[in-house]
């Protein structure tokens, strides 16, 4: 069974530039989220997303991060403009249904903003 | 917030002692996972335990719960270099989703 993909790897932009970061879920995962983990400390969730439906937006900085999933599969994550403050990881992580269920993690976007 | 929050920071065990390492939370949970995390690599699951459930084994970890106190630990036995890495305890409370803590750094040394 595939893990959760993610791309790209690594990303270095300037300060007040865009960037965006794709996910695929494990197939068949309803249940799709974005994490942000700055170093040293535990993921931070970002949004939450049941099929194409947002669940948890509570700590997404809507200003200048936005998500989407069409179609219930794929999905991306944007900030635009970045700061230097969003210098992280951001993590991709799928389950079957809902945060009861375990959640599976992709290797992450390692962002740097300079 | 129920944020977890493990402790110690960081701990140094030689190859062959067990590791315990534990976790606080502040309000009521549905369950709670333990995490690992390697350098450089992603977080993989390492076990879920349910509310109603005080204890959980899955090879060579034991995992307890004790909701009065609202505490979890994490225990590794027989340490490996392998076992090297970042664990993070993530609650899950009531129609909330999970909060992962600032996890516990843990160097197995040959």
């Known amino acids: 069974e595939a893990g959760v993909a993610q791309s790209p790897r690594y990303k270095i932009i300037e300060k007040r530039q865009s960037v965006a970061f794709w996910c695929n879920p494990i197939s068949g995962h309803a249940t799709l989220y974005w994490y942000q983990q700055i170093l040293g400390q535990g993921p931070k969730l970002l949004i939450q997303?049941?099929?194409?439906?947002?669940?948890?937006d509570s700590q997404l900085p809507k200003d200048r991060f936005s998500a989407e999933r069409l179609k219930g599969v794929d999905s991306t994550l944007k900030i635009q403009p970045a700061k230097l403050e969003d210098s992280a990881v951001y993590l991709c992580?799928?389950?079957?249904?809902?945060?009861?269920?375990?959640?599976?993690f992709g290797p992450g976007t390692r962002l740097l903003v300079l | 917030s129920q944020q977890g929050e493990e402790d110690p920071q960081a701990l140094s065990i030689q190859e062959g002692e067990n590791a315990t390492m534990n976790c606080s939370y502040k309000t009521s949970i549905n369950n709670l996972q333990w995490y690992r995390q390697n350098s450089g690599r992603g977080l993989v699951h390492l076990i879920l335990i349910r509310s109603n459930e005080r204890e959980k084994h899955s090879g060579r970890l034991r995992v307890t719960l004790d909701t009065s106190k609202k505490s979890s630990s994490l225990l590794i036995t027989a340490s490996r270099a392998a076992d090297t890495a970042s664990y993070f305890c993530?609650?899950?409370?009531?129609?909330?989703?999970?909060?992962f803590g600032p996890g516990t750094r843990l160097s197995v040394l040959p």
């Open positions: 993530a609650t899950e409370g009531y129609g909330q989703n999970f909060v």
């Open positions: 997303f049941q099929n194409n439906g947002v669940v948890d």
């Open positions: 992580a799928s389950s079957l249904m809902g945060a009861k269920e375990t959640q599976y």
